[in-house]
């Protein structure tokens, strides 16, 4: 590796790296503020719901996913591209069930609901919807993330003319990123 290319692979991870101690820092300031300022733009019912919500979807949360999202980790790297794909869709699945499931349980039409969730109830699928999503969406955090650029001659219309080049990085917060894979059109994945 070259000493330029050395200077744009550090410059990028350091780019890198500051955007997510920003995002970090600004996810973590945001959790201890909102509570603050909505106790004060609020009436106490209305905060009480904030927070009776909050409570309900924290307990579902963690009963729900059953940490799927979380153990993924330890099983993709050691797998195949083929098994890697299999599990990711079977975690999927199971969280869009578990989460139409505990869905359904914090419905209004739920009989078993307990009195003290009765304020969330008069918002109707709102509350159920939000559970839902939120179950499915724990997935998100154990994902990792691919950054493409594409360069090359563009012509009109935003087409590529000639040569085109495409790099991407890999990252994941949980585990190492050990390889990446590219299919093009019906070739083998390399």
């Known amino acids: 590796m070259t000493a330029s290319a050395k ?14 101690g920003v995002i970090k820092v600004s996810d973590t300031a945001s959790q201890f503020l909102l509570p ?13 719901e904030y927070r009776l919500l909050w409570l309900l979807v924290g307990s579902v949360l963690g009963l729900a996913t059953l940490n799927m999202a979380a153990g993924l980790p330890l099983y993709l790297p050691p797998a195949e591209a083929p098994r890697k794909r299999l599990y990711v869709h079977q975690s999927l699945l199971y969280l ?13 039409w739920n009989p078993w609901m307990p009195a ?26 154990s994902l990792p993330t691919v950054e493409e650029h594409v360069s090359g001659a563009l012509g009109a ?34």
């Open 96 to 108: 869009a069930i578990s989460g139409l499931l505990f869905g359904a349980l914090a419905s209004p």
């Open 116 to 141: 003290a969730m009765a304020p969330l109830q008069t918002h109707g699928a709102l509350v159920p919807s939000f559970v839902a999503l939120w179950i499915v969406a724990s997935m998100l955090d």
């Open 157 to 190: 219309n935003g087409w590529y003319v000639g040569n085109v080049q495409v790099t991407w990085s890999v990252a994941d917060d949980t585990s190492a990123v050990i390889s990446s894979e590219i299919n093009i059109g019906r070739l083998p994945w390399r």
């Open 7 to 20: 200077a744009v692979t550090f410059r990028r991870l350091t780019k890198r790296a500051l955007s997510i």
């Open 36 to 48: 603050v300022v909505l106790v004060r733009c609020l009436d106490a019912a209305t905060f009480g």
